[in-house]
């Protein structure tokens, strides 16, 4: 499908203010994309298709999920928000027909993980970095975004892990796997 096409789709799946969110990551996704040389389309649709499962009732996302033959890992099922990222990386393929690289920004947008995309990260940050974001120092984050993506991703790693701890969740290791492997590999 086109842009406008999934647009059009995620429109009808979210509500109004979620779907206002969707626009400011795509909003977000666009400037960041410039900035580090990635397609501009790609970009688009998966900041646009990245929460198109968030709204799923949550029995159903384990339902759709298991449709999809998408493989829950035992955090993910204590903890259901996190199954929405997957769930629309499946989506946006069997749906919507995206390339795994605009799949994979949204499998990832939530977690992170080792080795993530120039892509991935883009998506990943615009997600905390869009016009509708308030928490934490998200002014700081657009800046650092703009010259370092690397060093925004480990300052935002740190501000989410440390917030998931704090309300006594479970810290997802793909999320600490993420935030090493960008430390370790820092120029």
Same mark, same amino acid.
């Given at each position: 499908? !086109?842009?406008?096409?999934?647009?059009?789709?995620v429109k009808e799946r979210l509500s109004e203010k979620r779907f206002?969110? !969707?626009?400011?990551?795509? *909003?977000?996704?666009?400037?960041? +994309?410039?900035?580090?040389?990635?397609?501009? %389309?790609k970009a688009r649709i998966a900041g646009i298709?990245?929460?198109?499962?968030?709204?799923?009732?949550?029995? %159903?996302?384990?339902e759709i999920a298991e449709t999809y033959g998408?493989? /829950?890992?035992?955090?993910e099922k204590r903890q259901i928000p996190l199954i929405h990222a997957k769930l629309g990386a499946e989506i946006a393929r069997n749906e919507f027909g995206c390339t795994d690289d605009i799949c994979e920004a949204i499998k990832w947008h939530t977690t992170g993980k080792?080795?993530? !995309? &120039? /892509? *991935?990260?883009?998506v990943f940050m615009a997600d905390a970095t869009g016009k509708d974001?308030?928490?934490g120092d998200t002014e700081k984050l657009r800046e650092?975004?703009?010259?370092?993506?690397? !060093?925004?991703?480990?300052? /935002?790693?740190k501000e989410?892990? &440390?917030?998931? &701890?704090?309300?006594?969740?479970?810290?997802?290791?793909?999320?600490?796997? +993420?935030?090493?492997?960008? /430390?370790?590999?820092?120029?």
């Open positions: 499908l !086109s842009y406008e096409e999934i647009y059009e789709v206002y969110h !969707s626009e400011c990551v795509v *909003e977000r996704c666009i400037e960041y +994309a410039k900035i580090y040389g990635v397609d501009i %389309e298709a990245h929460d198109v499962a968030k709204e799923i009732p949550k029995e %159903e996302q384990i998408v493989k /829950l890992d035992d955090i080792e080795n993530m !995309s &120039i /892509l *991935e990260k883009i974001r308030t928490w650092m975004v703009k010259n370092d993506i690397d !060093s925004a991703m480990i300052e /935002l790693m989410c892990m &440390i917030d998931v &701890i704090e309300k006594g969740f479970l810290v997802h290791p793909n999320s600490i796997n +993420a935030y090493n492997y960008i /430390l370790k590999n820092k120029k």
